[in-house]
């Protein structure tokens, strides 16, 4: 026989658990009541102003990456992707974009290509124009931001993306590091082969591999050892298997394709033997095979 205060706990657990049924029914109901009233977007509006609750928030707008947000402070305008600031204007940080540009471009002695990744339009890409480059590849992920940012940036900011060296490109790409490539396209780059959980863990790694449609990755193509990078079979662990679509070395530029690894690119100075020699699988040459440019 249960004991009365065992009773009442039973009975405030099934209160609790009828409640929080009602609570769901209620939010579906409303849910789809917004659906067919066409009032979901006052409910995004709504929910928007709670998100950024004391900002001043002039643009909001969800797209298949994420969210693009502007909030207003005076003049200053600070753009969000998914909560997580990208960069501001007019004023934007002088000394971060400065170091981001000018010193890794100045460690090449006559730099012809400079490839960009995100946040140009805060003030990086007109930073690389500073310098006798001849093409800048400006790669943002969501078409959005470049969107948002004609609306709201001002005209002196937008005048490099209107810079005839400049070519803007949307890629759904993740580029990672590896400590091997297979010949097709096998991924190993989170542990090398003797690990222990305290000194490896696959970490984000495997979320990027297959959350991105590309994956491409950038590596010596020697270990420190002399051993071949890009090999017939992975002997480290794998990452995830079949991902990697192209790979690019201090050496060469190679394309994985289902006719195996195409060789697309090499280094100045350096002949297709020796990259066949460095490298474990057969490499198909492309008929349009080029010199790399820096």
């Known amino acids: 026989m249960l004991k009365p205060e065992a009773i009442v706990w039973r009975l405030r657990e099934e209160w609790r658990a009828k409640l929080l049924v009602c609570l769901i029914v209620l939010t579906i109901g409303a849910g789809l009541h917004s659906l067919v009233t066409g009032s979901i977007d006052a409910l995004h509006d709504i929910s ?7 900002h001043n928030l002039v643009y909001y707008q969800n797209s298949v990456y994420g969210n693009v947000s502007i909030t207003q402070r005076g003049e200053q305008l600070n753009f969000y992707e998914s909560g997580l600031p990208m960069f501001s204007v007019p004023n934007p940080d002088i000394a971060f974009n400065e170091e ?11 730099p012809r ?3 960009l990744i995100g946040g140009g339009i805060g003030g990086t890409l007109e930073q690389a124009l500073k310098h006798s480059v001849g093409e800048v590849h400006y790669a943002e992920l969501d078409p959005l931001t470049i969107e948002a ?26 580029i990672l590091g590896a400590y091997q490539v297979s010949e097709r396209g096998d ?8 690990f222990t959980t305290a000194t490896a ?14 994956i491409w990755v950038a590596i010596e193509h020697v270990s420190s ?3 071949p990078r890009i090999v017939q079979e992975c002997t480290y662990p794998i990452t995830a298997k079949g991902v990697v679509s192209k790979v ?8 994985v394709t289902s006719q195996g690894l195409v060789l697309r690119e090499v280094a100045p100075g350096v002949t297709l033997e020796e990259i066949q020699k460095m490298t474990e699988p057969h490499l198909v040459i492309a008929d349009d095979v080029k010199e790399m440019g820096f």
Do not use: C
Not at 149 to 174: K, T, W
Not at 201 to 214: E, L, P, T
Not at 248 to 255: M, N, Q, R, S
């Open 48 to 54: 928007a102003r709670w998100q950024w609750m004391g």
């Open 187 to 194: 991924l190993a780059n989170w542990a090398l082969p003797t």
């Open 149 to 174: 940012a004609r609306e709201y940036s001002p005209q002196s900011f937008l005048r490099a993306l209107d810079d005839p060296r400049v070519s803007i490109e949307h890629v759904d790409v993740s």
């Open 100 to 110: 981001v540009i000018h010193f890794p471009i100045l460690h090449h002695p006559s």
């Open 248 to 255: 690019f070395t201090d050496l060469a530029v190679i394309e």
């Open 225 to 227: 050892s002399g051993e």
């Open 113 to 115: 290509k400079v490839l």
């Open 201 to 214: 863990s696959i970490g984000g790694a495997m979320d990027m591999v297959y959350g991105a449609k590309q």
